[in-house]
């Protein structure tokens, strides 16, 4: 399978731990993206790498929210000190981009779903 | 306010009609992309439209893209069971700082009765 993979597809958690969610994007992919969904919306922008660049966080959510893309290849985000607030779907996405300013098309991984009790 | 507005929010059809959704905005998009999500599962990219007026036919499903690049329309012919799920346009804004920075909208949750 050479799709965007997640992991955990699921994670429940206590209000105020911490989580981590891993997302490998596809091989050749140079832009990975993180979008939360909640019930009965589309998918909420949350911020964009190009290689091992982010290139645009103001949109995470609080400063709780963290991502890295250490060697321009996975990613991960997390949450610290949960809040039931946060409980939704969270996605992954993968893109190839010509240039830094090029449209491109973004193919998403199956998402991580977080409850938070 | 939502960038993309998508109608209807619901639509619940019998196997074998036509529908058709559509996807606005006040905005102009360098690109909009069409997709279909099933519950408990990322959105799955349909199509992507790029350029004013066109048309882009995937078997029973065709997509507009609007001549002034700030609406789409999604037609289903025939629809079949297998058409259920979320119908999710996103659209990245044709300012060049938005690129990579895709807006979705709410989406229209399509039901096809057997």
Same mark, same amino acid.
């Given at each position: 399978?050479t799709?965007v993979s997640?992991?955990?597809?699921?994670?429940?958690?206590?209000?105020?731990?911490?989580?981590?969610?891993?997302?490998?994007?596809?091989?050749?992919h140079?832009?990975?993206?993180?979008?939360r969904?909640?019930?009965?919306q589309?998918?909420?922008?949350?911020t964009?790498?190009?290689?091992e660049?982010?290139?645009e966080?103001?949109?995470l959510?609080?400063d709780?929210?963290?991502?890295?893309?250490?060697?321009?290849?996975?990613?991960?985000?997390?949450?610290?000190?949960?809040?039931?607030?946060?409980?939704?779907?969270?996605?992954?996405a993968?893109?190839?981009?010509q240039t830094s300013?090029?449209?491109d098309t973004?193919?998403f991984?199956?998402?991580?779903r977080?409850?938070?009790? | 306010?939502q960038?993309?507005?998508?109608?209807?929010?619901?639509?619940?059809?019998?196997e074998g009609?036509? #529908? %058709?959704?559509?996807?606005?905005s006040?905005?102009?998009? *360098? !690109? =909009?992309?069409?997709?279909?999500q099933e /519950? $408990?599962?990322?959105?799955v990219?349909?199509?992507t439209?790029?350029?004013g007026?066109?048309v882009?036919?995937?078997?029973? #499903? %065709?997509?507009?893209?609007?001549?002034?690049?700030?609406? *789409? !329309? =999604?037609?289903?012919?025939?629809?079949? /069971? $297998?058409d259920?799920?979320?119908y999710?346009?996103?659209?990245?804004k044709?300012?060049i700082?938005n690129?990579g920075k895709?807006?979705?909208?709410d989406?229209?949750t399509?039901t096809?009765?057997?």
């Amino acid at each position: 399978d050479t799709g965007v993979s997640q992991d955990p597809r699921h994670k429940i958690t206590k209000r105020g731990q911490n989580v981590t969610f891993r997302c490998d994007p596809i091989s050749e992919h140079n832009r990975l993206y993180w979008y939360r969904q909640t019930l009965g919306q589309g998918p909420e922008f949350l911020t964009y790498f190009q290689n091992e660049a982010q290139l645009e966080k103001s949109r995470l959510l609080s400063d709780r929210f963290s991502a890295e893309r250490p060697k321009g290849s996975f990613s991960t985000l997390e949450i610290q000190r949960t809040e039931q607030g946060d409980s939704a779907m969270y996605l992954c996405a993968s893109s190839l981009a010509q240039t830094s300013f090029s449209t491109d098309t973004q193919y998403f991984g199956p998402g991580t779903r977080l409850t938070v009790l | 306010t939502q960038l993309l507005e998508q109608s209807p929010q619901f639509l619940s059809i019998q196997e074998g009609e036509n #529908l %058709t959704v559509y996807c606005n905005s006040s905005s102009v998009f *360098s !690109s =909009l992309q069409w997709y279909r999500q099933e /519950p $408990g599962e990322g959105p799955v990219l349909l199509v992507t439209v790029v350029t004013g007026g066109e048309v882009k036919k995937l078997k029973r #499903l %065709t997509f507009q893209f609007g001549d002034a690049r700030k609406d *789409s !329309s =999604l037609h289903i012919t025939a629809a079949q /069971p $297998g058409d259920t799920g979320l119908y999710l346009c996103a659209g990245e804004k044709e300012e060049i700082t938005n690129a990579g920075k895709s807006t979705f909208g709410d989406g229209t949750t399509l039901t096809v009765k057997p």
